[in-house]
């Protein structure tokens, strides 16, 4: 008889342990999809500058049509107005999100830290993300490439990686706990799918706006 109670208790542990299990594999899954959201979220003024300067772009160029070994230094497709709208555009946007994400009270995965942190994040994101499109003119031209030619994953990934790479620098704490640090890789992750179908999304607009020459 003890023994019977004994089965059926342990049997009953078993069933509750099996749907917890199910529990914490489901709200795991929620949390890895959360990190991968708030990862695209907080990477809004990195990806805003590109489009704007789409907008803003059509005056003097960066390099003022210098060459260096017979090439155009960046090109045209690199302008001041672009450089200068673009990083205003996103650092507009961050500093909104900031405070309305301090407004709301939200969790520390979804700002860009505290105090007057978020305005040199999301200025270094910006401005980070043009250098990138700018390294990737100067790489690209380096090839021959002329402006608006295609050079896939460059073409993609520059603005990417400058963004990153400048925010690495400035705040590195912040990006290794975003981006980089356990499960926040996932972030990462998110970043490397999404970015490429935005890009490609984005670019195609631009194009049946006229905005753009080329649909990529
Ligand atoms: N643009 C700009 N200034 C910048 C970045 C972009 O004016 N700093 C504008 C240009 O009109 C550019 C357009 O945004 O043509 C699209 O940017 P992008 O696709 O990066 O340039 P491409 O025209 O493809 O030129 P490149 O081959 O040099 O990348
Ligand atoms: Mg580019």
Not at 71 to 80: A, H, N, S
């Amino acid at each position: 008889m003890a023994s019977l109670a004994k089965g059926r208790h342990v049997s009953i542990d078993l069933r509750r342990m099996g749907n917890a299990n199910l529990r914490d594999g489901h709200s795991c899954l929620m949390d890895l999809l959360m990190v991968a959201i708030s990862g695209i979220f907080l990477f809004l003024p990195a990806l805003l500058p590109n489009s704007a300067a789409v907008l803003f772009g059509g005056g003097t160029p960066v390099d003022f049509g210098r060459t260096w070994r017979g090439k155009r230094i960046l090109g045209d497709g690199k302008t001041w107005t672009g450089l200068i709208g673009g990083v205003s555009a996103g650092t507009s946007l961050g500093l909104l999100l900031a405070i309305l994400t301090t407004a709301l009270d939200a969790s520390e995965s979804w700002r860009w830290g505290l105090g007057l942190m978020p305005i040199g994040v999301v200025f270094s994101l910006s401005l980070g993300s043009l250098l990138g499109d700018m390294a990737g003119a100067f790489i690209k031209r380096r090839l021959g490439m002329v402006r608006g030619q295609k050079a896939a994953g460059l073409d993609q990934y520059d603005f990417v990686i400058g963004a990153l790479g400048l925010t690495a620098l400035t705040y590195p704490g912040w990006l290794w706990a975003h981006y980089l640090d356990g499960e926040a890789v996932i972030a990462l992750i998110a970043l490397l799918v999404f970015v490429p179908l935005l890009h490609r999304s984005v670019n195609i607009i631009g194009f049946k706006l006229g905005k753009k020459k080329e649909p990529w």
